[in-house]
């Protein structure tokens, strides 16, 4: 959780408890002293912090809808998921509207609260509830505004006492103590989570510092004249809201303003669905429902419209719809899958929905295989050896000896092989050392060398390696009138394999050998190093005296950063762009 819903949590955690425990004698209930052992593990992300825990990544994103609210990125090895829980994307008048960056996850779980439900205007909605709150303090009447006590309380306190200050109106307004008022604290607090405005205008005034608007008492209720309650819960269904709801029903001079969505069965929705007289068990009464009701809503949750917008700026493959009405999100779902093209499911609670996701791709064998890579590339790319292996739904990772043990099977390995014939000055001793040089360079561990011929051959490992380099026996040196230096014949073999060893690299390894003297190479070796663009070159040059080439060899930066290494026929990093990022998609 982010660090304003630590703080605030244990107040919600709280009232929740006395309420259950208190007022209802629920004993099964948590104790405060499990409540604050519960939030000392917590470990609080800001704003878009990135987190790993073991295999698990998460990014937090800001959601807009109340103080401290967030989304949550969740990859784990090629699988991702985006879960909004509650998000408002219309910013108001304390806080900003959630956003995402395209971060693609298989899947994306929404809220769906007003999935066919678009709003009008906030500034529209805003002066009609501000006409109508005057009008009835205007008649002498009292409002009532249930709100719940964290975001829609706040938000309207700063509209209606930005508008009490403009105007000079004089009526009392009040909002309940308790919650609301702890809850506000730290809004005061927690400033730079609010909108540029407020952030602004935070040195010469906190907006949370009310100057038109003080703490409600019970006692204030029967007072007559005019006055504003805002009164939590945010729904009618219990509290202080409730019981003065209770108390001015019957006056037609009075009014409720119902800002925010109320579910079935709540005293909140059966008023706004038209009841006149309402019947209450505990204790028993019967209300007549006489004052005005008006409903303006002011929630903080997305509309249709906001869902879609979300759903398109972080573009998923499959969305998952929860947090609302059967009907209508239904009625989304065909929505989605028309306009975005991906499955959308809205499974009800308890029921379990089936996502399939892309094959395994470099980003989980980049952290399983062990990274066979030449040297001179080690940093900018990647080959991996091994295999992946699905049985039973698991996915393993095993070594080509393991799999042909597991499947019995035989174990096949293809190779290259480029035979060279030439003359050198250089003595075979030196000739020998020059070879150890340049594949240790170029090739590290993965190679070995076969010269019994020159009496010094490394021992080969049972298991053939990636490089074999044989010198083949050859003649003794030779020395005429017309060549006083002695030159001595040499037939170098060299193998690599198939997938593993570039090509290229092979080849270049081979032209550097016929330019070997005696006292070192007639041309520059292989060079290599990095260009500021940050690709790959290398790049061998001759003197014209050995039949070298002169060749420039580029790996893109699509190449380095996936391992997608394939072979090169001297192409410039421009001529990888097109084909090479088409591969960015699928492991992205």
Same mark, same amino acid.
């Given at each position: 959780?982010?660090?304003p819903t630590k703080?605030?949590?244990?107040l919600?955690?709280?009232?929740?408890?006395?309420?259950?425990?208190e007022?209802k004698?629920?004993t099964t209930?948590?104790?405060?002293?499990q409540?604050?052992?519960c939030?000392?593990?917590v470990?609080p992300?800001?704003l878009?912090?990135?987190?790993?825990?073991g295999?698990?990544?998460i990014k937090?994103?800001?959601?807009?809808h109340?103080l401290g609210?967030a989304m949550?990125?969740?990859?784990?090895?090629?699988?991702?998921?985006?879960y909004t829980g509650?998000?408002?994307?219309?910013p108001?008048r304390?806080?900003?509207?959630?956003?995402i960056?395209?971060?693609r996850?298989d899947v994306?779980?929404t809220e769906s609260?007003?999935?066919?439900?678009i709003?009008?205007s906030?500034?529209i909605r805003?002066?009609?509830?501000?006409k109508?709150?005057?009008?009835?303090?205007?008649?002498?009447g009292?409002?009532?505004?249930?709100?719940?006590a964290?975001g829609?309380?706040?938000?309207l306190?700063?509209?209606l006492?930005?508008y009490?200050e403009?105007?000079?109106?004089?009526?009392p307004?009040?909002?309940?103590a308790?919650?609301?008022e702890k809850?506000t604290?730290?809004?005061k607090?927690?400033?730079t989570?609010m $909108?540029?405005?407020?952030q602004?205008t935070?040195v010469?005034?906190n907006?949370?510092?009310?100057?038109?608007?003080?703490t409600f008492?019970?006692?204030l209720?029967?007072?007559p004249?005019?006055m504003v309650v805002f009164?939590a819960?945010g729904?009618l269904?219990a509290?202080l809201?409730?019981?003065?709801?209770?108390?001015w029903?019957?006056d037609?001079k009075n009014?409720?303003?119902m800002p925010?969505?109320c579910?079935q069965g709540?005293?909140?929705?059966k008023i706004?669905?038209?009841?006149?007289?309402?019947e209450f068990? $505990?204790p028993?009464?019967?209300?007549e429902v006489?004052?005005?009701?008006?409903?303006?809503?002011?929630?903080?949750h997305?509309?249709?419209k906001g869902?879609?917008?979300?759903t398109r700026?972080?573009?998923?493959r499959?969305?998952l719809l929860?947090?609302?009405e059967?009907?209508k999100?239904g009625f989304l779902?065909?929505?989605?899958?028309?306009?975005?093209?991906?499955p959308?499911l809205?499974p009800a609670n308890?029921?379990t929905?089936v996502?399939?996701?892309?094959?395994?791709r470099?980003?989980?064998l980049e952290?399983n295989?062990?990274?066979v890579?030449?040297s001179?590339f080690?940093?900018?790319s990647?080959i991996?050896d091994?295999?992946i292996?699905i049985?039973d739904d698991?996915?393993r990772i095993m070594?080509?000896?393991?799999?042909?043990?597991?499947?019995?099977?035989?174990?096949?390995r293809?190779?290259?092989t480029?035979?060279?014939?030439?003359t050198?000055?250089?003595?075979?001793?030196?000739f020998?050392?020059?070879i150890i040089?340049q594949?240790?360079?170029?090739?590290?561990?993965?190679?070995a060398?076969k010269d019994?011929?020159?009496g010094?051959?490394?021992?080969i490992?049972?298991q053939?390696p990636h490089?074999?380099? @044989?010198?083949l026996?050859?003649?003794c040196s030779i020395?005429?009138p017309d @060549?006083?230096?002695?030159t001595f014949p040499?037939?170098v073999c060299v193998?690599?394999e198939e997938?593993v060893?570039?090509?290229?690299v092979?080849y270049?390894?081979?032209d550097?050998l016929?330019?070997v003297?005696a006292?070192?190479l007639?041309s520059s070796?292989?060079l290599?190093?990095? @260009?500021?663009?940050?690709?790959?070159t290398?790049s061998?040059?001759?003197d014209?005296?050995?039949?070298?080439?002169?060749?420039?060899? $580029?790996?893109?930066d699509?190449?380095?950063?996936?391992?997608?290494?394939?072979?090169?026929?001297?192409?410039s990093?421009?001529?990888?762009?097109?084909?090479?990022l088409?591969?960015l998609?699928?492991v992205r």
């Amino acid at each position: 959780m982010t660090h304003p819903t630590k703080a605030i949590c244990p107040l919600l955690l709280e009232d929740f408890r006395k309420v259950a425990v208190e007022r209802k004698g629920d004993t099964t209930m948590f104790t405060s002293a499990q409540i604050q052992t519960c939030m000392s593990k917590v470990t609080p992300l800001g704003l878009y912090q990135c987190v790993t825990v073991g295999d698990i990544f998460i990014k937090v994103y800001y959601a807009g809808h109340v103080l401290g609210a967030a989304m949550f990125y969740v990859r784990v090895g090629n699988e991702s998921i985006v879960y909004t829980g509650d998000y408002n994307m219309t910013p108001d008048r304390h806080l900003g509207s959630a956003w995402i960056d395209r971060c693609r996850p298989d899947v994306f779980i929404t809220e769906s609260t007003y999935a066919t439900t678009i709003r009008d205007s906030k500034r529209i909605r805003e002066r009609e509830f501000l006409k109508k709150v005057h009008t009835a303090v205007a008649r002498g009447g009292k409002v009532l505004i249930p709100v719940f006590a964290l975001g829609r309380a706040q938000e309207l306190c700063i509209l209606l006492d930005t508008y009490w200050e403009r105007m000079g109106l004089t009526a009392p307004i009040f909002f309940s103590a308790g919650l609301t008022e702890k809850a506000t604290n730290y809004y005061k607090l927690f400033i730079t989570w609010m $909108n540029e405005k407020i952030q602004k205008t935070f040195v010469e005034r906190n907006m949370f510092e009310y100057k038109n608007i003080r703490t409600f008492e019970r006692s204030l209720a029967d007072n007559p004249g005019p006055m504003v309650v805002f009164a939590a819960p945010g729904m009618l269904h219990a509290g202080l809201s409730l019981q003065l709801f209770k108390k001015w029903a019957p006056d037609p001079k009075n009014m409720v303003i119902m800002p925010g969505f109320c579910v079935q069965g709540t005293v909140g929705n059966k008023i706004l669905n038209g009841a006149k007289k309402l019947e209450f068990f $505990n204790p028993k009464e019967t209300i007549e429902v006489k004052l005005d009701i008006e409903y303006l809503s002011f929630s903080a949750h997305a509309d249709a419209k906001g869902i879609m917008q979300l759903t398109r700026m972080c573009a998923p493959r499959h969305v998952l719809l929860v947090h609302g009405e059967g009907n209508k999100m239904g009625f989304l779902q065909k929505k989605v899958e028309k306009e975005y093209g991906v499955p959308c499911l809205y499974p009800a609670n308890g029921e379990t929905a089936v996502v399939p996701t892309p094959d395994v791709r470099n980003t989980l064998l980049e952290r399983n295989l062990i990274s066979v890579v030449p040297s001179w590339f080690r940093i900018s790319s990647r080959i991996f050896d091994g295999l992946i292996v699905i049985a039973d739904d698991k996915i393993r990772i095993m070594s080509e000896q393991q799999t042909a043990e597991t499947l019995s099977i035989r174990l096949h390995r293809f190779f290259f092989t480029e035979t060279r014939s030439f003359t050198s000055t250089c003595p075979p001793a030196v000739f020998r050392k020059h070879i150890i040089k340049q594949l240790q360079s170029l090739f590290g561990a993965f190679a070995a060398i076969k010269d019994d011929d020159l009496g010094h051959s490394e021992p080969i490992p049972p298991q053939r390696p990636h490089v074999l380099v @044989e010198i083949l026996p050859q003649a003794c040196s030779i020395q005429t009138p017309d @060549e006083p230096v002695a030159t001595f014949p040499y037939q170098v073999c060299v193998s690599w394999e198939e997938g593993v060893v570039e090509d290229e690299v092979v080849y270049r390894f081979v032209d550097s050998l016929h330019v070997v003297k005696a006292g070192g190479l007639e041309s520059s070796s292989v060079l290599l190093h990095h @260009e500021e663009e940050g690709e790959l070159t290398g790049s061998i040059s001759d003197d014209g005296s050995g039949g070298g080439s002169d060749d420039n060899y $580029n790996i893109s930066d699509a190449e380095q950063e996936y391992g997608c290494l394939l072979p090169l026929k001297k192409r410039s990093a421009g001529q990888f762009a097109e084909g090479d990022l088409d591969c960015l998609d699928d492991v992205r």
